[in-house]
């Protein structure tokens, strides 16, 4: 009779234990620096689940997101922020020295510019989110204007997501820098790089560029990514499913190129 109830607890125990799906490793893939260039609209052909992020006021800006958003694709604003080395930033950039009323003017405008925002990342901006601030005056307004906010991390010094959590924005962090430089080899190291932190860490999030290399590179992997275990997920998505951070030691905080 023990026997019998024990044999019928292990099986019933088996049944439970095969009817949990197991979550399966989030990736997701921001591809920024959008707006400039009429070869940016080759990114379009990419999987709907990578994420746009374009710069503002540039000459693409609103064709790429209406395309995008026709595609059911995420749009984020890349917000050009000072960078340590004084690189031109492009239009409205926001710098240290800005007031708070100037920081929350130049977002908004910036925001007008491209349709069907759902997010903002950095570009640049080492000087700008090492301001906590500067960083305060912004998160305020993203928070007012029901976006999230991803660190592109082009400093150890950055505070965004920590103001970001203070002022209650959803928010998260890259970890890896997919294509600082321009071959198909250190993409492809980078591409496992990130498997092994998605694996690791349940998640992961990357941040590439419109380089013809990175675009025919993506064209041949993403596919592949489903068959590997992998999950390909939108920046929004992401956060709105609140997955699990990866851990604050795992981002690359040695490289800021190329947005520094």
Do not use: W
């Amino acid at each position: 009779m023990l026997g019998r109830l024990l044999f019928a607890c292990t099986t019933m125990l088996c049944l439970l234990v095969s009817n949990v799906s197991v979550a399966k490793p989030s990736v997701v893939i921001i591809l920024d620096d959008l707006g400039y260039k009429p070869t940016d609209l080759n990114a379009l052909s990419l999987p709907s689940e990578i994420t746009f992020s374009i710069l503002p006021e540039t000459p693409l800006a609103k064709t790429i997101a209406e395309k995008a958003e026709q595609q059911g694709r995420a749009v984020m604003l890349h917000m050009p922020m000072q960078a340590e080395s004084g690189e031109t930033m492009g239009p409205l950039g926001l710098t240290t020295d800005m007031y708070p009323a100037a920081i929350t003017h130049t977002l908004r405008k910036a925001i007008k510019s491209i349709p069907n925002v759902v997010g903002v990342n950095n570009h640049m901006g080492s000087a700008f989110t090492g301001q906590e601030a500067s960083m305060t005056a912004l998160m305020l307004e993203i928070k007012r204007q029901g976006l999230f906010f991803i660190d592109s991390r082009t400093s150890v010094y950055t505070t965004a997501q920590q103001v970001a959590k203070q002022v209650g924005v959803p928010n998260a962090s890259r970890h890896v820098f997919l294509d600082h430089v321009r071959t198909t080899p250190f993409i492809a190291s980078q591409f496992e790089r990130m498997k092994r932190i998605a694996q690791e860490e349940g998640s992961v999030v990357v941040i590439a560029h419109p380089h013809q290399v990175t675009l025919n590179f993506l064209k041949q992997h993403l596919p592949l990514l489903k068959d590997e275990g992998f999950t390909l997920t939108s920046a929004s998505d992401y956060l709105m499913k609140k997955v699990k951070p990866v851990s604050a030691s795992m981002p690359d905080m040695a490289i800021a190129a190329p947005n520094e």
